[in-house]
């Protein structure tokens, strides 16, 4: 084999192991970006069927919880808002829409839009939220870190 055959192939090789490095690499980024994912909507099924357990399972011990102006710890979370956020999510009926997942190294985090309606305490209600979740990656699992909702009574056109 000639010098310029063997530079040729081993061009060859190291253009196949970069191409074989991001394959990889996209593979496991759409594999974290679906475990994100399926941890979000696992929180949401949670509440969706009244499951504390499940929800609480699905947020780190120190976890953010921020709606309404107000922050509350995990603890807070559960012993005070949790019970509600199953009432109305179990009482309006609606869709949640992911808008965007990103992913740096063990942290990532979840955007969607939400639209709510149905009678709640009451009210009839027509609502449009935004949500955004914080994830970690701990011992090769995600859960969620922090969480920010808002809504707003929808606009009529």
Excluded: N
């Amino acid at each position: 084999m000639s010098a310029r055959t063997t530079l040729l192939t081993l061009a060859s090789l190291v253009a196949t192991a970069a191409a074989t490095r991001d394959a990889v690499a996209q593979t496991a980024a759409l594999t974290d970006s679906v475990a994100v994912v399926r941890t979000v909507d696992a929180f949401h099924d949670g509440l969706a069927a009244g499951d504390t357990t499940a929800v609480l399972r699905k947020l780190v011990p120190e976890a953010l919880i921020l709606e309404g102006g107000e922050i509350e710890t995990r603890a807070e979370y559960a012993a005070h808002h949790l019970a509600s956020d199953i009432a109305a999510t179990q009482a309006l009926k609606g869709g949640r829409t992911v808008r965007r997942v990103s992913i740096t190294g063990a942290a990532a985090w979840v955007v969607s839009g939400s639209t709510m309606r149905g009678t709640f305490r009451g009210r009839e209600r027509d609502l449009e939220g935004a949500e955004l979740m914080v994830l970690e990656r701990r011992d090769g699992v995600w859960r969620i870190a922090s969480i920010h909702w808002s809504s707003h009574q929808r606009r009529k056109p």
